[in-house]
């Protein structure tokens, strides 16, 4: 299994950020250019990712204040899990935690996890400037 990660802090509470996350469809705002065609509702989301691949994904857990973790709800290209997961850090500030968790094998592994780092950066750099806007 390989762990795709990063961690912003937000200055919002816990539970504005967590609000946030937890709606897919605001999770437009924070994808880059090359993500197109999304559809989504509150549970899920669907997208294509520029000479990559199309993705479908359903929320499959959600702890109130904590995390969402959403799954494939349709065939992807490698088994994944997306997971956010917030943090309480005083005075109206969170962690917010992002992590890709893939079933990638060495090939897939060579050409994935560098755009998926960038992935994930990127969705944590925008929800600090979203929600700090």
């Known amino acids: 299994m ?19 996350l937890s709606d897919l469809n605001n999770h437009q705002q924070l994808m880059p250019e090359n993500i197109y065609n999304w559809s989504s509702t509150p549970d899920e989301a669907k997208f294509t990712i520029q000479n990559m691949a199309k993705l479908a994904l359903k929320v499959s857990s959600r702890k109130k204040n904590e995390e969402i973790i959403a799954i494939p709800s349709e065939e992807a290209p490698f088994a994944l899990e997306l997971k956010w997961s917030v943090r309480d850090k005083g005075n109206g500030k969170t962690e917010a935690h992002y992590a890709i968790s893939a079933e990638l094998n060495m090939m897939m592994k060579m050409l994935a996890a560098g755009p998926l780092q960038k992935l994930v950066d990127h969705e944590t750099a925008a929800l600090k400037k979203v929600l700090e806007a």
Do not use: G, L, M, R
Not at 4 to 19: A, D, F, G, L, Q
């Open 2 to 20: 390989t762990i795709i990660e990063s961690k912003v802090t937000v200055n919002k509470p816990v539970e504005k950020v967590y609000e946030f």
